[in-house]
């Protein structure tokens, strides 16, 4: 389907009456879209680059290696295209792969909201929880300490049920709450504003709005030393 859906949106553009001056991309992953308004038609490029899908490539996987050829492909067809990378760290990586035209529009949040004391939790962890997210790496690190005080994890825990296991088995002996996924911003927010600490031991980054927003209620951070985490604080 995902496919099909490439195909559709690329004959939908190319067949167009009327040639638009300019076409943004949503991802630099679906950079064929703009080959199909550059086809004889004098339209402007702009891609999108946000996601982690930026770093893939650098795990050194054969698959990882043919998306940096693919992307690199993409720099090549659309050499005049213009990148807008959401941190200095992201354009980096987008320049690696040959494109040339790159500005930075940094992510931002609201500093307005302050959330309502309440029953305080030690340590907070919140995102997705899968592998490169490294909470299993938090509940190893407090297994080690002997931690005893609470800990809540948000996030939905069963996209991966393998990993959730090895989180269960990592958190036997700790004092921990799966609050399962939390989609009101305010509430989530709330819950971040009343934590001690955020953990937030990722090992793969782009620019993570919520650490943003985490810094915007004015919660300490404990965070993975890498560029993508250190360039939000520079």
Not at 19 to 25: G, P, S
Not at 51 to 78: C, E, K, S
Not at 107 to 136: E, M, V
Not at 189 to 205: C, T, V
Request: charged fraction near 20%; charge should be positive.
């Amino acid at each position: 389907s995902l496919a099909l859906f490439g195909l559709r949106a690329f004959a939908a553009i190319r067949f167009r009456h009327r040639c638009a001056d300019v076409l943004h991309v949503g991802d630099l992953a679906s950079w064929p879209l703009a080959l199909a308004a550059r086809l004889g038609r004098p339209t402007a490029i702009v891609l999108s680059a946000h996601g982690t899908d930026i770093t893939y490539p650098r795990r050194g996987t054969f698959l990882g290696r043919l998306y940096g050829g693919y992307l690199r492909l993409g720099a090549r067809l659309l050499g005049k295209a213009i990148v807008v990378a959401n941190s200095r760290a992201t354009e980096t990586e987008v320049q690696s792969y040959g494109f040339a035209r790159t500005f930075v529009v940094p992510l931002a949040t609201d500093f307005t909201f302050q959330p309502a004391k309440a029953d305080p939790t030690r340590l907070l962890f919140s995102g997705r929880i899968i592998p490169l997210k490294g909470c299993h790496t938090m509940l190893k690190a407090l297994n080690s300490i002997t931690y005893k005080n609470r800990v809540k994890i948000i996030g939905n825990a069963d996209q991966m049920p393998s990993y959730k296991k090895e989180l269960l088995e990592l958190s036997r002996d700790l004092n921990v709450e799966f609050m399962g996924l939390i989609r009101e911003k305010t509430k989530l927010l709330e819950i971040i504003g009343n934590a001690k600490f955020f953990i937030f031991p990722s090992y793969n980054e782009n620019m993570s709005i919520m650490l943003l927003e985490v810094a915007s209620v004015r919660t300490p951070i404990i965070c993975s030393d890498i560029p993508e985490n250190k360039v939000i604080f520079s």
